[in-house]
Every structure is written in C-alpha cells, then in structure tokens.
T-cell receptor
Framework: DQQVKQNSPSLSVQEGRISILNCDYT??????FLWYKKYPAEGPTFLIS?????DKNEDGRFTVFLNKSAKHLSLHIVPSQPGDSAVYFC???????????FGGGTRLMVKP | EAGVAQSPRYKIIEKRQSVAFWCNPI?????LYWYQQILGQGPKLLIQ????????DSQLPKDRFSAERLKGVDSTLKIQPAKLEDSAVYLC???????????????FGPGTRLTVL
C-alpha cells in the first residue's frame, strides 16, 4: 500500500520555464511534507518542507503548495535551470522528526 | 560542516553471505536513520535511532537484518544471510533530533550500493 505516490516518473521542461512536480498521499495523519533532490551516486538532498498548518512555503526558486482536502502537494521550480535535472522525491511524516515515507520519485530533465 | 559518512560505497557479495555497513552521522545529530532504496523506488525506512535507543524498527526484517548504535554516534547495519532481494542502496541519514526547531530535516549520506549475486 503506497501511502505517498508520485504518478509521473519523468518530466521534461525547457530551461527558463516552470517545472511542476506533483505528489499525492493517502494517510490523513501525515502532517509534515518534504521534497528531496537526488543526483546519481549521491544521497538525497533536502530542498524544502511544509507543515500541515500552512498551504504554501517558498524558498527562492522553489515553492511547495499543500492542498490538504485533496491530499495533494506540488513543487514549483521557477525558472527551471539545467542544474535542476535530477530525481525529486516527496516525503511525508506523522510528527516532525519521525520516519519519512517517500514517493517513488520523478525524474526532471531541464533542457537548455 | 562534514556531512554524513558511509562506507563502503559499493559491495558485491553472494547470497547467504553476510555484510556490514557503517555510518557516521553529522556531529551533534541525535537521530540516525537507515533506509533501503530499491532501484526505481523511493527510500524505505528500516530503523530509526534517537541517541543509542531504537525509536522505530517496525520495517526491519529482524530475522536477517540487525543494527546498532552503541555509543549514540556511529552505527552499523548488518545483513546475515543476504538474499538476492536485498540488492539495493542503503542510505544513512541523521537529524538534530526531536525538540530542535530544524529536526525534521534529515541529511543523507551517499549510500552503499549492495549487489547480491
């Protein structure tokens, strides 16, 4: 039973345009959500997080939106850059600091 | 600031052999996690330590997997005996620990890629 799902295994975007990565979850107990970026042969790197008391969090070019009623979150990258090409994982936890449940990842390719 | 260190980076063994992985978390991080990432999937938590105590090991296959964090700093994860389906990347992560404002952010090491033949 996948509690966190990323339904798009890959996404291709032109440099300078917006990248939108989506994530759905089923467990209504999740109250912290995070996005990680992963390059080949490296561990995941934390990007941005949001708690369930908010519906938006912004950090530079990265914005995460949370729609609790739809159990859906998305990551917007504007503008997209070739260096953003990586696999992006969304993750969720019940209570901050507790185990993370990860989605399967979305491979983003930003074309110059 | 030094990141999470893991060794070895790669390991190839035959099924039924044993293997051990080592992790040294970021200095001062109280919480340590071991994840298993099978190719094409997201990481799955195996075990979580808070200092030297186990917080969550509900997804650890205890008949073959064991982990310890004796002094509350570095940790080892062992598989004995290994099966073909254990082929995966084993990731170690650490965080500041419950109670710190930034404790939800987990920092990951580069992982150990295990191949079981």
């Amino acid at each position: 039973d996948q509690q966190v799902k990323q339904n798009s295994p890959s996404l291709s975007v032109q440099e300078g345009r917006i990248s939108i990565l989506n994530c759905d979850y089923t467990n209504s107990m999740f109250d912290y959500f995070l996005w990680y970026k992963k390059y080949p042969a490296e561990g995941p790197t934390f990007l941005i997080s949001i708690s369930s008391i908010k519906d938006k969090n912004e950090d530079g070019r990265f914005t995460v939106f949370l729609n609790k009623s739809a159990k859906h979150l998305s990551l917007h990258i504007v503008p997209s850059q070739p260096g953003d090409s990586a696999v992006y994982f969304c993750a969720a936890s019940i209570g901050a600091g507790n185990m993370l449940t990860f989605g399967g990842g979305t491979r983003l390719m930003v074309k110059p | 600031e030094a990141g999470v260190a893991q060794s070895p980076r790669y390991k190839i063994i035959e099924k039924r052999q044993s293997v051990a992985f080592w992790c040294n978390p970021i200095s001062g991080h109280a919480t340590l996690y071991w994840y298993q990432q099978i190719l094409g999937q997201g990481p799955k938590l195996l075990i979580q330590f808070q200092n030297n105590g186990v917080v969550d090991d509900s997804q650890l296959p205890k008949d073959r997997f064991s982990a310890e964090r004796l002094k509350g700093v570095d940790s080892t994860l062992k598989i004995q005996p290994a099966k073909l389906e254990d082929s995966a990347v084993y990731l170690c992560a650490s965080s500041l620990g419950v109670g710190h404002p930034s404790y939800n952010e987990q920092f990951f090491g580069p992982g150990t890629r295990l191949t079981v033949l």
